[in-house]
């Protein structure tokens, strides 16, 4: 199932606020991206984090404006990675600030990292298979 980017963006703002850190959410005005500026809670000097959540690559000319600190999505510059990783961003956002992880995110993790093993050692018997079905 293919993530929106409205849901990418609510579950990792779920996940960082289950860690500690609160975040105000917008929408653009000309495309269906979204934006969460995030302040971690405490002695971070009021530092705000401006994250980019979108389905679709910046236009250039944009870059120059007001670029975000991060991008969850397909980009060119400043992308972490695909909507679906929204956890290993709010992983990367707690390990930056030092932040404990919330039980749900730990959760999430774990099993992906599971999950990513079993695929893992799946793939090499796979091979295995196929270069034992071939004769070679």
Same mark, same amino acid.
């Given at each position: 199932?293919?993530?929106? =980017? $409205?849901? @990418? ?11 500690g850190?609160?975040? *105000?959410?917008?929408?653009?005005n000309?495309?269906?991206?979204? %934006?969460?500026?995030?302040?971690p809670?405490?002695?971070?000097d009021?530092e705000?984090?401006? =994250?980019r =959540?979108?389905?679709?690559?910046? /236009? ?6 007001a670029?975000?600190?991060? $991008?969850?999505?397909? *980009?060119?510059i400043?992308? #972490? ?6 956890? $290993?961003? @709010? @992983?990367?956002?707690?390990? !930056?600030?030092s932040?404990?992880?919330? /039980? ?7 099993? !992906? !990292? @599971?999950?990513?093993? #079993? *695929?893992?050692?799946?793939?090499? %018997?796979a091979y295995?298979?196929r270069?034992?079905? !071939?004769?070679?």
């Amino acid at each position: 199932m293919k993530l929106s =980017v $409205e849901a @990418a963006t609510h579950k990792l703002r779920n996940l960082l606020t289950g860690c500690g850190i609160s975040g *105000n959410l917008s929408w653009s005005n000309v495309s269906k991206s979204m %934006y969460l500026e995030l302040s971690p809670d405490d002695d971070h000097d009021g530092e705000i984090i401006k =994250v980019r =959540v979108s389905d679709h690559e910046l /236009p250039h000319h944009h870059h120059e404006s007001a670029p975000s600190d991060i $991008e969850l999505g397909p *980009n060119n510059i400043y992308a #972490f990675g695909s909507l679906d990783r929204y956890p $290993e961003l @709010a @992983a990367h956002i707690c390990d !930056r600030y030092s932040l404990p992880y919330s /039980p749900t995110l730990r959760r999430i993790l774990t099993r !992906r !990292r @599971a999950r990513s093993k #079993f *695929n893992q050692r799946w793939g090499e %018997y796979a091979y295995e298979l196929r270069q034992i079905s !071939r004769g070679i």
